[in-house]
């Protein structure tokens, strides 16, 4: 679904960074749930992440590598725990299926380093 258009100044507000994941783990109770660890640089340093992303991905898969991430979402409880942030990620649709694409950045990108 098309969502609104939003002023250059309100997409100024996001602080997109790159974060390398150094823990990832299923959520117990939750078959949707992975519990992040990232680092995401000097500005915000080790966060803890919430995304449902664990029928796309296995946490092993995700430990050491480097994503984008948008640092500055307001936390939220999601079951139980404080989420941090957001994993940035693209859903390819083929007929009724679905696929996400992670927007992985090379290893040399530094923690924390800013979208420009």
């Known amino acids: 679904m098309k969502k609104p258009i939003v002023s ?4 100024e507000k996001l602080d997109i960074r790159v974060g ?10 939750s078959n949707k749930l992975l519990e992040l660890t990232v680092d995401l640089g000097a500005d ?23 994503y984008l991430f948008v640092a500055n979402l ?5 079951m139980g725990t404080l989420s941090q942030g957001m994993m940035l990620v693209t859903v390819e649709k083929k007929g ?5 694409r992670f927007i992985k950045t090379v290893k040399s990108s530094l923690n924390g380093a800013t979208l420009c």
């Open 96 to 100: 009724t299926s679905e696929k996400l």
């Open 20 to 29: 390398e994941i150094q823990n990832a783990i299923s959520v117990d109770g």
């Open 74 to 78: 307001a936390p939220r409880m999601i």
């Open 44 to 66: 915000y340093g080790i966060v803890t992440i919430r995304s449902g992303i664990a029928k796309y991905i296995t946490p092993d898969k995700l430990i050491g590598n480097k």
């Open 8 to 11: 250059f100044e309100d997409f």
